[in-house]
Nanobody, 124 residues
């Protein structure tokens, strides 16, 4: 059974950092596109970063460029999202998701396996 579990969220001050983890079980995430999404209260879910299955290429939404970094540890079957220079507007529930296609990872509507989410709150 394919399962994704996020962890690493919490309360952080503006300018601080967090590293989110997305641990996979029941499948090898190297063969899947893995995306990070977030949903703030009252807003639609948005895709913010992903790493592709075919060559490990990465993508970042404008809101994440220069501050966030996605990476994959094959030995641990885990994908990470390092978030630096956090802002109050980064406050949201963060989800990781998997897409079993081989190719571009930015087709956000193709993700069909989801974790339960982890809350990130950026506040002083």
């Amino acid at each position: 059974q394919l399962q994704l579990v996020e962890s690493g969220g919490g309360l952080v001050q503006p300018g601080g950092s967090l590293r989110l983890s997305c641990a996979a079980s029941g499948f090898t995430l190297d063969y899947y596109n893995i995306g990070w999404f977030r949903q703030a209260a009252g807003k639609e879910r948005e895709g913010i970063s992903c790493i592709s299955s075919n060559n490990g290429s990465t993508y970042y939404a404008d809101s994440a460029k220069g501050r966030f970094a996605i990476s994959r540890d094959s030995a641990k079957n885990t994908v990470y999202l390092q978030m630096n220079s956090l802002k109050p507007e980064d406050t949201a529930v963060y989800y990781c998701a998997a897409d079993n296609r081989w190719g571009l990872c930015v087709l956000w509507n193709e993700y069909d396996s989801w974790g339960q989410g982890t809350q990130v709150t950026v506040s002083s």
